[in-house]
């Protein structure tokens, strides 16, 4: 077990994992860095600004710069500087969003490689080995994603497939010394959910993850399949809500028993001047913040926020300047890891339920999908279960 | 007098600038930092690599964010985070450098923004006052640059021209703290340099700029230009070659006499990939790094070359990661910082001549233009008096 419980809040979970690299307390967001770089930041920044573990791309990065490359380096963790823990993804969900230009069979994919056309084949087994080659310490296993909306038929037959690719990667992984996770499949469909969660717990795994969400789904969809999922989950193991989200939304999915998130958001929109703050979303190449002198979160203390204000990050980001890039990345990633403590301390606290109502009905849940729907609801209500 | 000498050595010049922000160790040289930040880079780490001053230039930044802004702040200084010393250029030669968008007369320069189309005017009190609300440290007359090739007559006249907005200039700044250097012109025209050299010691400026260089001319005719301006400048102020170059041009013209020096080559080449080294240029997107575990320079000491391959900055430049351009023009920046602590700890030892010959013949001045010019000569030869 990689997994130690230390308590528990109204349904949210404070526990830790024990990596090769290190140990990771959780709930836990892990910054992407796609290309073996969270895009601008050096890993000493991501050291001072708390990521306990940061997320590397399997198939990019067999295909720039090729897994024999990270491996001459001895891996992943000393070709990018990182020597805190790192999660690699399967390539599964890579393969599934490059749609026409990909052919799967029940040995694995087929895809063109988005930068130069060239064909790859990816088997539940290639995957493995390319994560073996990387070094990552948390693997996990290569599954087939669906679209949505997609027949409840089809939904299962690939459910089932991603199962016999999890014993196949179970297979290929023994022996190693880092942890590797099954993906829980099913789409929107609970009982999906439910047989895809006992598959992989038959198997045995040393956490699960909840794939195939964010596909274009309703959050009350998403919820019922991630309700499902967490109820057939062992409690003794970290889950793992691949590709979400907002702040708000693990805000939510910490209250259903989640452990782990990954997001591409706090960099992507840090890049297009979107910015996640205490008193709400910033856009900061608005008009509004052209002169403004006060920094851009006054209830922040990364640098960005300690060093510059609203007009230079405005100025920067209307300009193009690399600079602007990185101190909206610096301080989005702060910002994230700020609520995940936040989100540690509450259930550590024993408040996790009125923590939550708080954020959920605050300014820092306004404008979110999952606020929405789940944060406006009274307390006793059936929906604020969420 | 803001310039203390401390040695010299064949026609090289240690000294000190005691400016508002502090003191600068010449000869010196200056990245430019465009639109209030030196791209990539923070205020932190220019400190970190030593870098005593930084440009700004006062075109841009009274185009965007504007001059009101950037006052607002308290002056550049705040608006970008940076305590040491500013030097701002003075639009001259920005406004030349627009060629068919520009208006001049005997009031100044009408031009069209590069940025909107917009129309400016830009007077030599004009470019005095946005100056003064950048409050920059040291502060450049407005002047007017010449094409190459040029008839004499032409360039006298506009040099003359430049000589009276450099008085206008005088008489604007009256009153401030911070310095004022006068600009040199009269292209490739010993007589002509000779005689704007007079003119502005006769007017009286806190230190002697050398313009108009760089625009196409070759080497003999840029360094027949620059002996005579240096040889008509007062030796107790200060003298800046502005624009120039590479870490050959560097060596070469601090032999010349030249004190200060600004140029956007580290960090322009840097995001292109094109990395100087104590071994010579480095095209780090050329294939043969691809699987390259060494340091870039095995002789540097900065960030990039203590924490990274060569393999791995290779791979950071052909996926355009913002990081591939950060620690690149992390080490060009700290290249040239060594080599001025090299050139100054040369003259400290009065061996600049032999420090010359051994640079300009050695890795580092390969390829470089000036040092195919001048470095490839015998010593006691006409041409080693470069």
């Given at each position: 077990m990689i997994y130690d419980p230390i308590a528990a809040s109204d349904g949210a979970r404070l526990g830790r994992l024990r990596l090769v690299h290190g140990m990771v307390n959780t709930p836990a967001f892990m910054p992407v860095g796609t290309y073996g770089t969270v895009k601008g930041v050096t890993p000493d920044e991501l050291d001072a600004l708390g990521a306990p573990i940061v997320l590397g791309n399997t198939l990019h990065l067999m295909l720039r710069p090729g897994a024999n490359i990270v491996a001459r380096h001895g891996g992943l963790h000393e070709f990018m500087g990182w020597d805190r823990p790192i999660l690699t993804d399967s390539g599964g969900f890579q393969v599934w969003s490059l749609a026409a230009n990909r052919d799967l069979s029940e040995d694995g994919a087929t895809f063109a490689s988005p930068v130069d056309g060239s064909r790859h084949f990816l088997s539940p087994e290639g995957s493995i080995d390319v994560q073996r080659a990387l070094n990552s310490d948390v693997v996990m296993c290569f599954d087939e994603c669906t679209d949505f909306p997609v027949a409840k038929a089809a939904a299962a037959a690939s459910m089932k497939r991603s199962m016999r690719w999890a014993e196949r990667c179970k297979t290929r992984h023994a022996g190693s010394p880092n942890a590797l996770f099954g993906i829980n499949q099913g789409n929107i469909f609970a009982d999906l959910r439910a047989e895809s969660m006992a598959a992989l717990t038959d198997i045995g795994f040393d956490g699960y993850a909840i794939g195939g969400v964010s596909v274009g789904e309703s959050w009350p969809d998403k919820a019922v399949a991630i309700e499902a999922a967490v109820a057939a989950a062992p409690v003794q193991a970290p889950r793992y809500l691949m590709g979400v989200g907002t702040p708000a939304d693990l805000v939510l999915a910490v209250g259903w028993g989640i452990d782990m998130f990954d997001c591409v958001m706090p960099t992507r929109n840090a890049r297009n001047g979107y910015l996640f703050t205490h008193r709400g979303v910033v856009?900061?190449?608005?008009?509004?913040?052209?002169?403004?002198?006060?920094?851009?979160?006054?209830?922040c203390c990364c640098p960005t926020c300690c060093g510059y204000s609203r007009a230079y990050l405005h100025h920067l980001s209307r300009c193009r300047e690399i600079l602007g890039a990185r101190l909206n990345t610096l301080h989005n990633l702060w910002y994230y890891q700020s609520v995940m403590q936040r989100i540690r301390a509450a259930i550590a606290d024993d408040c996790y339920a009125s923590f939550r109502h708080a954020f959920l009905t605050g300014p820092e849940g306004s404008g979110s999908h999952a606020a929405e729907y789940f944060g406006g609801v009274q307390e006793g209500s059936a929906a604020v279960a969420y």
């Open positions: 856009k900061i190449k608005n008009a509004v913040h052209r002169d403004d002198l006060s920094p851009l979160d006054a209830d």
